[in-house]
Structure formats: C-alpha cells, structure tokens
C-alpha cells in the first residue's frame, strides 16, 4: 500500500535560517508524483511544490526546493530564509497511482510537521 | 475569481442529526473530493468522486454520504451514525488527469457535537 511518513510532529527555526522538512514514501508504482502543501492556521491548504518521479532535476519554486532522492524514497523539503510567516503546518502528500479504468488522481497525506519561525 | 467555496464555516450538531456540508466550485474541475482531518493528524479521504453522477468511497466514509448531481457541487452529509463527527472537513477539486495538477482546496468547515 501506498504511504507518506512524516517523522517530524513539529520543528523549530530561527529567522532567515534556512530549514528541511523530511518526507518519506512507500510505493511500487514507477510512476507517482509528490506534493509538498502549508496550512496556516486558518484552515486553508496552499499548494507549494510539485515533483514527479520521472522528473531529471528536483523541483523548486522561488524559497521553497524539493530534495528528491528517488532510492532513499524521500522528498524533503528545504525553505529557505525562513519568515515569521512560514509558521504553519506542512504536509508531503504523493498521488495515489491505483488506475480504476482511469486516473483517481486521490492524494495520500502524511501526518505533518508543525513549523515555528522564531524571530 | 475562480475558486472552491465551502460553507459555513462553523457547524453545530447535536446529537442523532444529520447536517449537510456544502463544497461548490467554478473551476471547471472533474474531480472533487472530501478529507477529514483531526488535530495532529493528516488529511484522511472520505469520498472523491470523479464525474457528475459518480462517487467512490474513501478510506472512512462510513457515517458519510455524498452527491454529485453537478459538475459544481460535492456536498456531504455527516449522518447520525457517524459516531465521532467533530473535525475539520476539507473540500478539494482537480482536474481528472495525472502529472503536476494538485488540489485546489475550499477553506473548510469546522464540526463540533454539542
């Protein structure tokens, strides 16, 4: 079964430093893709990163970087020069790949990492 | 703007009610979809469905029911049997296809028995 491990409940950073967010996962499917989503304590989700199994280079977007180590079945999230507004809540989901007669296109999230930016 | 809209965004149930969430999106989305999630926990699927008129179960949907009458519409109804309802329930939509395209998510609805 497909899986996403976050072993990190919570983490803390110092302005301006930069931080690494771990996610493992576990698939059998060559083909998978690899999300990396912040929840502010608002509620709402916001999409920050993607990275597909067969992309050659890791995925960035602006602060935020994906290390992508597809034999180590990990994508951790690197933020760099962190702000007081990227206290929040983070989690790593990966595409469900189970094909019933078409792609589900259903994420599976890991259990999150409570991040404080210290000023 | 286009987006998903959830309401309310608080809800009260009492006891042996049923109460209907409502998720509405002008995205042009095939795919909707809705997740449970508890404190310190991640997001847990409940129903998706795919095209109008068709919906799956997720990995908890006992004590839940869907509908999928319009393209722009997903509401959920927590039943009665659904023994432990309070969380915050999180509606999402995609386009039904693989490769980059995540979720667009509403901003949720927080459910508390009283």
């Known amino acids: 079964a497909q899986k996403i491990t976050q072993t990190q409940p919570g983490m803390f950073v110092q302005e301006k430093e930069a931080v690494t967010l771990d996610c493992t996962y576990d698939?059998?499917?060559?083909?998978?893709?690899l999300f990396w989503y912040k929840q502010p304590s608002s509620g709402e989700m916001i999409f920050l990163i993607y990275?597909?199994?067969?992309?050659?280079q890791n995925a960035t977007e602006g602060r935020y970087s994906l290390n992508f180590q597809k034999a180590r079945k990990s994508a951790n999230l690197v933020i760099s020069a962190s702000q007081l507004g990227d206290s929040a809540m983070y989690f790593c989901?990966?595409?469900?790949?189970?094909?019933?007669?078409?792609?589900?296109?259903?994420?599976?999230f890991g259990t999150g990492t409570l991040l404080a930016v210290q000023p | 703007d286009g987006g998903i809209t959830q309401s309310p965004k608080y809800l009260f149930r009492k006891e042996g009610q049923n109460v209907t969430l409502s998720c509405e999106q002008n995205?042009?989305?095939?795919?909707m979809y809705w997740y449970r999630q508890d404190p310190g926990q991640g997001l847990r699927l409940i129903y998706y469905?795919?095209?109008?008129?068709?919906?799956q179960k997720g990995d908890i949907a006992e004590g839940y029911s869907v509908s999928r009458e319009k393209k722009e519409s997903f509401p959920l109804t927590v039943t009665s049997a659904q023994k432990n309802p309070t969380a915050f329930y999180l509606c999402?939509?995609?386009?039904?296809?693989?490769?980059?395209?995540?979720?667009?998510f509403g901003s949720g609805t927080r459910l508390t028995v009283v």
């Open positions: 999402a939509s995609s386009i039904r296809m693989t490769g980059s395209y995540g979720y667009t």
């Open positions: 698939t059998s499917d060559p083909s998978y893709g």
């Open positions: 990275q597909g199994s067969y992309d050659q």
């Open positions: 989901a990966m595409r469900d790949s189970t094909n019933y007669g078409g792609a589900t296109n259903k994420l599976i």
């Open positions: 995205l042009n989305h095939d795919a």
């Open positions: 469905s795919q095209i109008v008129n068709d919906f």
